[in-house]
């Protein structure tokens, strides 16, 4: 029953164009960090767009997600270390919860909370192959360390697949600082000639007027796999 769920899914994804926006909400966040990345990369970068790209379906991606996502991105980044292939295989009896959404889920581990979100579906490369955009947000439960991965995901061809995602960017909080790294600044470039440069990394603290770029040490690259921005 389990794989014609699946393949039914699948059936109703494929009916979809390449492009489409699923989480509204989850997508301002990264459209407001990096427009002319996502422009740069034939996904929405103004509300205008965005209002088009707003698709409806019934596919499971929380579900799929917590199935099938692998945490691999994430080791040697936060302080806590995840067993386990999938974000299902980290859950702990009676040290970790659960909660399942329509386009994501949340864990509460007793160190942080992982909030995991389907952004859109896309075709980053221009290869012809779908992709998913996924974020991944970890926020400890002391300290005001917390980060945002923006992941490409390959979409899923059964129910079994670990997926294996591709971290495009980071977007780096201490406290009310907040930086984004790309990490690797080549760009396929689809943008009108009159677009503009493609977001610039900065470091921005409220209250301040210095707008400054990242020492280079602050680039976190290893252990994470590299994606072309």
């Given at each position: 029953m389990g794989k014609i769920l699946f393949l039914f899914c699948s059936l109703l994804l494929a009916g979809c164009s390449t492009m489409s926006v699923v989480d509204e909400k989850g997508y301002l966040q990264i459209m407001g960090q990096m427009p002319r990345?996502?422009?740069a990369h034939g996904l929405p970068a103004d509300h205008e767009a965005l209002r088009l790209a707003l698709s409806e379906s019934?596919?499971?991606?929380?579900?799929?997600?917590f199935k099938q996502l692998s945490p691999s991105f994430m080791q040697g980044q936060v302080?806590?270390?995840?067993?386990?292939?999938?974000?299902?295989?980290?859950?702990?009896p009676r040290r970790s919860s659960f909660t399942p959404g329509k386009n994501g889920f949340t864990i509460e581990h007793m160190t942080q909370r992982v909030q995991v979100a389907?952004?859109?579906?896309?075709?980053?490369?221009?290869?012809?192959?779908?992709?998913w955009l996924v974020s991944c947000r970890?926020?400890?439960?002391?300290?005001?360390?917390?980060?945002?991965?923006?992941?490409?995901?390959?979409?899923?061809?059964?129910?079994?697949?670990?997926?294996?995602?591709?971290?495009?960017a980071i977007w780096d909080c201490l406290g009310l600082s907040c930086q984004l790294i790309k990490l690797k600044?080549?760009?396929?470039?689809?943008?009108?000639?009159?677009?503009?440069?493609?977001?610039?990394?900065?470091?921005?603290?409220?209250?301040?007027?210095?707008?400054?770029?990242?020492?280079?040490q602050k680039k976190e690259t290893q252990s994470i796999e590299e994606h072309s921005l």
């Open positions: 990345d996502l422009e019934s596919y499971p991606y929380g579900a799929v997600l302080a806590t270390y995840y067993l386990g292939e999938t974000f299902a295989q980290t859950l702990q389907m952004l859109a579906v896309c075709d980053w490369d221009g290869d012809g192959k779908r992709e970890v926020v400890p439960k002391r300290g005001g360390h917390e980060k945002t991965w923006y992941l490409l995901v390959p979409e899923p061809e059964n129910s079994s697949d670990v997926l294996k995602p591709t971290a495009v600044a080549e760009a396929i470039d689809r943008r009108k000639e009159d677009a503009g440069p493609l977001t610039e990394v900065k470091e921005f603290t409220p209250g301040e007027q210095t707008v400054t770029t990242p020492p280079e």
